[in-house]
């Protein structure tokens, strides 16, 4: 019999490789299969593409004792589809008997400096966990993560630990997160709940914001000459 643990990365960005989310979950994948942990990833927007895919995630879930969700947020929540996809875990918990009793671990990202921003998607995800019968095990939250995203692309897509000083503080939380994963003893009661902001004066995000989202994007579109149109204003 393999007694050996896995760990499940459940990736929430429709980008996939290219996003944050999946570079902060593939490092903390890494440092667990250093200890000696097998693992595992899903890409969820994928698994929602057919009823193969969902039996596949399903039964990638039943044989992991390590459940770890990274997603972008949205609106101050979870993306829709990775909400939908909690909502077909717990169903499917309910339905079978004596479920495992995982450790579930959330990763949020958001553009804004400001990690506290996550704090109410990371509380849904504590809340899912109680719910369902899992272990919190923890959450962290990554402000100005599109700053991680956008670096990693300058840099060719190099992975987190790759980033040097940019991604420093993601790295020594989620080196964290590995070591209390893998203590053994561990009070079950005890969770890791952390933060990481981006040190970034306002007038700066709002500067960077402003050329490299906005208007590029409204470039992007051929809407540049209607930027500042206010059609709903009476």
Request: proline residues 4%.
């Amino acid at each position: 019999m393999n007694t050996q643990k896995r760990a499940l990365l459940l990736v929430g960005s429709p980008r996939g490789s290219k996003s944050t989310s999946e570079s902060l979950g593939i490092y903390l994948l890494n440092e667990l299969q250093e200890k000696g942990i097998e693992t595992e990833k899903v890409r969820l927007y994928l698994s929602m593409k057919s009823e193969e895919e969902q039996k596949h995630l399903f039964s990638s879930i039943e044989r992991s004792d390590i459940l770890i969700l990274t997603f972008p947020l949205y609106v101050d929540s979870l993306p829709s589809l990775v909400t939908k996809v909690l909502e077909m875990i717990s169903e499917h918990r309910e339905s079978i008997e004596n479920p495992r009793k995982h450790q579930f671990v959330a990763i949020s990202n958001n553009g804004f400096p400001e990690a506290r921003q996550n704090d109410t998607a990371l509380a849904i995800c504590h809340r899912f966990a109680e719910q369902t019968g899992m272990q919190w095990a923890g959450g962290l939250g990554v402000g100005g993560g599109e700053g991680i995203g956008f670096m990693a692309k300058i840099f060719g897509g190099k992975p987190l630990e790759k980033l040097g000083f940019i991604s420093r503080k993601e790295r020594k939380s989620l080196d964290l997160i590995t070591e209390f994963l893998t203590a053994s003893g561990k009070n079950s009661q005890e969770v890791m709940e952390l933060r990481t902001n981006r040190p970034m004066p306002t007038w700066m995000y709002i500067l960077v914001g402003t050329i490299f989202e906005w208007r590029r994007k409204a470039k992007k579109n051929k809407v540049w000459n209607r930027i500042y149109d206010r059609p709903y204003q009476s």
